[in-house]
């Protein structure tokens, strides 16, 4: 049920932000009409199965455990500082482990079904989506993560980065859903691609040597 309600908040978030980019989408596809779908039970009986295997020093009961504490802390809307005490508390981890657990998987959760409602999207609409890359930009973060912002990938590339290097864990990174043109190149405007050009200039000025 947790993954459930987790992947519907993560659903509704791109029906927002499509309906905004098309009036096609807006007019035909609303969020009752997506968690209706097959396609979206699919997803979601698949996200259950696969959840939390990638913690493999967790017993099955923990996993089962935390998977509870994110799912109700995804769906309330909870940000992961916010919930590491009760994982910490009900999992008896350090709170460093619980913050890495709750980083790494609300951030995920929602990410893995934006992503899927976009896949979604452009074989029913016909729509061309690119994933525009948001970094934190925190003193934590990876380098090759801050590279990515502002920068717009295709899903499969967000996918392969998230399973390599370990990339997925203590991510704060986001993607948001955005229309590219019949060349493939991202519809955004020059005012947000010099902010967010500007705002990863400020990071590297401040944390990277050299």
């Known amino acids: 049920v947790y993954d459930s309600e987790a992947s519907q908040l993560g659903a509704a978030q791109a029906v927002s932000n499509l309906s905004r980019l098309s009036p096609a989408y807006a007019a035909s596809r609303t969020l009752r009409e997506v968690i209706f779908s097959e396609p979206y039970r699919n997803r ?3 996200a259950q199965i ?10 099955g009961g923990m996993r089962s455990e935390l998977s509870q504490i994110i799912g109700r802390a ?3 809307g909870k940000n992961p500082r916010a919930v590491r005490a009760e994982i910490s508390e009900r999992l008896g981890v ?16 929602l990410r893995q079904a934006r992503m899927a409602e976009d896949d979604q999207a452009e074989q029913d609409f016909g729509l061309r989506i690119g994933e525009l890359w948001a970094s934190a930009l925190i003193p934590a973060t990876r380098p090759w993560h801050a590279s990515r912002n502002g920068k717009v990938f295709t899903r499969a590339e ?16 986001s993607v948001t859903s955005c229309l590219l043109d019949a060349n493939g190149k991202p519809l955004l405007s020059d005012r947000l691609k010099g902010t967010m050009s500007e705002a990863l200039a400020k990071w590297e000025k401040a944390n990277v040597k050299g």
């Open 44 to 46: 979601v009986g698949m």
């Open 74 to 76: 995804v769906a309330d």
């Open 158 to 173: 967000v996918r392969t980065f998230y399973s390599e290097r370990g990339n997925r864990y203590r991510c704060h990174c």
């Open 94 to 109: 350090s709170m460093k482990a619980a913050m890495q657990y709750a980083q790494t998987d609300i951030t995920d959760t």
């Open 50 to 59: 696969k959840s939390y295997d990638h913690w493999t020093g967790l017993s």
